[in-house]
């Protein structure tokens, strides 16, 4: 992932093939989301800080969470793309092969695998128009499910990034159609659980 190098951030291959998430996620949605979308938002970031000199030893980490620092003719461009480069990494670092049993730390922080699917789906849903729903945790270590527009992340918030779900219609259109929740109902067999739990680990160690 990108969140700890610095300029020119670069196109993750993905950890597994276009087909693996296959059939909640296909392969067709796979390759236009990772080498269409996903590098529209690397070379927009990169072209937004390549006559900045001054940023390129920053990580993609900070340049999200010192936002506020950025000159104001970069802070838009920096904000989308960078969130979206950040976003995407996360996306789909965080989905594997159907199979993975959900860490206990989150069964007890929602009061169930149940309860925490309806509030990750109703944030998802309630999303209007692009955006994430994000589980996220703060200084505390506290859990919670948040959702944001477009390709804004925790990190601009001081919360820590664990698991994003990307709901803008690019991610779900062409198998999905308009049926969002179908999407999200599918995205919860694919999620790669053992590198939730790496997260989380690190982000007691860390903070936010
Ligand atoms: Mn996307």
Redesign the pocket.
């Given at each position: 992932m990108n969140e700890h190098k610095t300029y020119p951030f670069e196109l993750i291959p993905l950890p597994y093939e276009y087909d693996a998430l296959e059939p909640y996620i296909d392969a067709a949605t796979m390759r236009f989301?990772h080498d269409k979308?996903?590098k529209t938002y690397v070379d927009n970031l990169n072209n937004a800080l390549k006559d900045y000199p001054e940023f390129h030893s920053w990580t993609l980490e900070e340049l999200l969470k010192k936002l506020d620092k950025l000159p104001e003719q970069i802070r838009g461009a920096v904000r989308n793309n960078g969130g979206g480069v950040y976003?995407?990494d996360l996306?789909f670092a965080l989905m594997a092969p159907p199979g993975q049993t959900m860490p206990k730390k989150i069964v007890d922080a929602f009061g169930g695998e149940s309860e925490w699917q309806k509030q990750m789906k109703s944030a998802a849903l309630g999303q209007f128009g692009s955006g994430f729903a994000w589980l996220v945790e703060d200084k505390l270590g506290k859990l919670s499910i948040i959702a944001l527009p477009n390709q804004d992340n925790p990190l601009s918030s001081s919360l820590f990034p664990i698991l994003p779900l990307?709901v803008?219609e690019?991610?779900y259109y062409l198998k999905y159609q308009n049926l969002r929740a179908n999407y999200i109902d599918a995205w919860f067999h694919v999620i790669n659980w053992t590198a939730v739990s790496e997260r989380m680990r690190r982000a007691g160690k860390t903070g936010s």
């Open positions: 989301h979308h996903l976003n995407h996306f990307d803008w690019h991610a």
